[in-house]
Nanobody, 115 residues
Framework: QVQLVESGGGLVQPGGSLRLSCTGS????????MGWYRQAPGKERELVAT???????RYSDSVKGRFTISRDKTLKILSLQMNSLKPEDTALYSC?????????WGQGTQVTVSS
């Protein structure tokens, strides 16, 4: 089964930082994760940051200058460095990737920004 697993979420105070990671959990089905999305309670899932197929990077306007997406040289580990966190960043953060013609999603990791 093709799966992605996220880690690194947690509770942080406003202004703090967190680093999220995402990687495939089944080496029999290698997948390169590409993007981070988030969904807050009562809201639709929205793009946070993603690598495009052209290897460009696209950020949501709400996180530009605060979040940085990166991949390791194997392209198997996707990270999201989140700085200057705000309460409105609170959400379930999920990564995705393409396996063949299918978009695969992880279960998500919760990020809560609160004092």
């Amino acid at each position: 089964q093709v799966q992605l697993v996220e880690s690194g979420g947690g509770l942080v105070q406003p202004g703090g930082s967190l680093r999220l990671s995402c990687t495939g959990s089944n080496s029999r089905f290698p997948i390169n994760p590409m993007g981070w999305y988030r969904q807050a309670p009562g809201k639709e899932r929205e793009l946070v940051a993603t690598f495009t197929r052209d290897r460009d990077i696209r950020y949501s306007d709400s996180v530009k200058g605060r979040f940085t997406i990166s991949r390791d040289k194997t392209l198997k580990i996707l990270s999201l460095q989140m700085n200057s966190l705000k309460p409105e960043d609170t959400a379930l953060y999920s990564c995705n990737g393409i396996y063949g013609s299918v978009t695969v999603w992880g279960q998500g990791t919760q990020v809560t920004v609160s004092s």
